[in-house]
Nanobody
Framework: QLQLVESGGDLVQPGGSLRLSCTVS????????IGWFRQAPGKEREGVAY????????NYADSAKGRFTVSINNAKNIVYLQMNSLKPEDSGVYYC???????????????WGQGTQVTVSS
């Protein structure tokens, strides 16, 4: 059974950096896209980025372009989200999820992690 576990959330100052990890069990990169989503209080969950195999193709939401990077360590079955130049509006619960269809739309994602909290504040 496919399972995902996020880690790395923390409190960080504006302008700072953070790296989130998504550990995936029974992972076959060729079969799945792994997406990162976030949800701020009172807002809908939104797609941030995803990576899909076998070419490790990546795609980003406009809010993440130039600041966030999604990558994968195949040997460890871990997908990372490196976040730089963080802003207060980046705060929220960050989720990773798996989908057979590469997309920034959450409706295509069938398996989700439990989420990790990111707070950007001075």
């Amino acid at each position: 059974q496919l399972q995902l576990v996020e880690s790395g959330g923390d409190l960080v100052q504006p302008g700072g950096s953070l790296r989130l990890s998504c550990t995936v069990s029974k992972f076959t990169m060729d079969a799945y896209a792994i997406g990162w989503f976030r949800q701020a209080p009172g807002k809908e969950r939104e797609g941030v980025a995803y990576i899909s195999g076998p070419s490790d193709y990546t795609n980003y939401a406009d809010s993440a372009k130039g600041r966030f990077t999604v990558s994968i360590n195949n040997a460890k079955n871990i997908v990372y989200l490196q976040m730089n130049s963080l802003k207060p509006e980046d705060s929220g619960v960050y989720y990773c999820a798996a989908s057979r269809i590469p997309s920034l739309l959450e409706k295509w994602y069938t398996t989700w992690g439990q989420g990790t909290q990111v707070t950007v504040s001075s």
